[in-house]
């Protein structure tokens, strides 16, 4: 998360210096609120294009980013920010357009007079691009109440994925348009100066990314089609256990990381664990539990045979770490980039000592049988916390069943909140922050 807030602040702050250092009417004595109006819409458009165009830009998954902001469930959260800052942007930049229009309508401000306009060398790109000012207005506005609305509904939790999905990848589009309204009313003498480089790196960055999405070529390279292998249904458990077969060659993972899987067209892709260890073989197996509308389809609606498609892998969730010691959380269906780690370091341990805590609501014999042989052959100690007979674990608990856990490195998937509350009271007691590893795996 530090890295993520780290770079959300400094382009914020780098943006809007470069903007200050730029516009030299700053360090002039504006004459009338119009003047500084006009300063501030240059602004705010500034910082609102920019942040959009990063956004954007994360929005293709670029894998290259992951190692600097620590994978890709911290990119979308990076995303998410960036898109709340770009709606209080594009808001504040509407109202000062807009809202002056209606103060001076209601008889609260009186436009100046316009001086004469200067004259402006004939077929210049200047001239051409004033010619366009009325029709960048207009399309900049409609772009606007697009982009709002799609926004909104993108935070709306309430709103179905499915719908989120089809109706999310449109915002490239308002963005585009977005992109014409920028270049035609950004301050011409802009363009001339380091922030007008920085600016047509921005737009050609994420005008590229806007087009990929709107293609459908998105991360190209790393999908590829599979076929369902094996389903596995565990029913007290409300999960279902899917082997995917793939038709190409997969990249290869590590445990801890996951893919987005698009088993029905309809519903497009979802992120899921990969909970096998990599065997050079092209099998993939998903542990899903049915959590949501969707999920709790999929036991009817998979079969034996149905082609998918499957993009990754991503994450940072590697259980790399310098101390010699790892705690291991797995909560509810969390458990599952544990499950995939225990395999792997059955075949190849990696000598550090671990203990694995795994807290469910609901104890089902066979599942509990496989994770005990699972810790057995990777020599991992497991602690199972049944919710109704165990209560709930907490960092005391931990620390009283491993007594030098302030040695270890603690790895954490489960629900968001849990997480939080553990890592506040393990830091509290000791623990360096940067030691506690958590997948943030929102995607929205």
Wanted: proline residues 4%; aromatic residues 12%.
């Amino acid at each position: 998360m530090a890295h993520i807030k780290r770079f959300f602040w400094f382009f914020l702050l780098a943006l809007s210096a470069l903007w200050w250092w730029t516009d030299t009417t700053l360090w002039a004595a504006l004459p009338h609120f119009f003047a500084w109006r006009a300063v501030f819409m240059q602004a705010s458009g500034v910082l609102t294009i920019g942040v959009m165009s990063v956004a954007m830009v994360l929005a293709v998954r670029p894998v290259w980013f992951e190692s600097t902001l620590g994978g890709l469930d911290k990119m979308y959260r990076l995303h998410k920010w960036l898109g709340i800052a770009g709606l209080v942007l594009a808001i504040s930049h509407w109202l000062l357009a807009q809202g002056t229009k209606w103060a001076v309508g209601w008889g609260w401000l009186a436009r100046p007079e316009r001086g004469l306009r200067p004259v402006l060398p004939e077929g210049s790109v200047q001239q051409w691009l004033s010619t366009q000012r009325g029709l960048a207005e207009s399309v900049g506005e409609w772009a606007f109440y697009a982009a709002v609305l799609l926004m909104v509904l993108a935070l709306v939790k309430r709103f179905p994925y499915r719908y989120f999905f089809k109706t999310h990848h449109l915002i490239a589009v308002a963005y585009l348009a977005l992109v014409w309204h920028s270049v035609v009313l950004l301050k011409f003498e802009y363009w001339s100066s380091p922030l007008g480089l920085v600016m047509a790196v921005l737009l050609l960055a994420g005008t590229v990314a806007a087009v990929l999405t709107l293609s459908g070529r998105r991360a190209a390279r790393r999908q590829l089609v599979g076929e369902v292998a094996a389903v596995r249904q565990h029913g007290l458990l409300k999960v279902l256990e899917i082997d995917i077969q793939c038709q190409g060659q997969w990249a290869g993972h590590v445990p801890g990381q996951f893919a987005f899987v698009t088993l029905h067209a309809d519903e497009g892709a979802h992120p899921y664990t990969i909970s096998s260890d990599w065997r050079n073989d092209g099998r993939l197996t998903f542990i899903i539990k049915a959590l949501g509308d969707y999920t709790r389809t999929l036991a009817n609606r998979t079969q034996v045979g149905d082609v998918v498609k499957v993009e990754g892998p991503y994450g940072r969730f590697n259980f790399q770490g310098a101390q010699p010691r790892q705690i291991w959380v797995g909560a509810g269906i969390g458990i599952t980039p544990f499950v995939a780690r225990m395999k792997a370091l059955a075949q190849a341990p990696d000598g550090k000592a671990i203990d694995l805590f795994h807290t469910t609501a609901v104890l089902d014999p066979h599942v509990m049988g496989l994770l005990e042989k699972d810790a057995s052959d990777a020599r991992v100690g497991l602690h199972v916390l049944w919710d109704p007979r165990d209560g709930l674990l907490t960092a005391d608990r931990i620390a009283a069943q491993v007594p030098n856990w302030h040695d270890a490195d603690f790895w954490f998937c489960g629900p968001s909140a849990f997480g939080q509350a553990l890592k506040k009271n393990l830091v509290a007691m000791g623990l360096p922050a940067a030691r506690f590893h958590q997948e943030l795996f929102e995607m929205r």
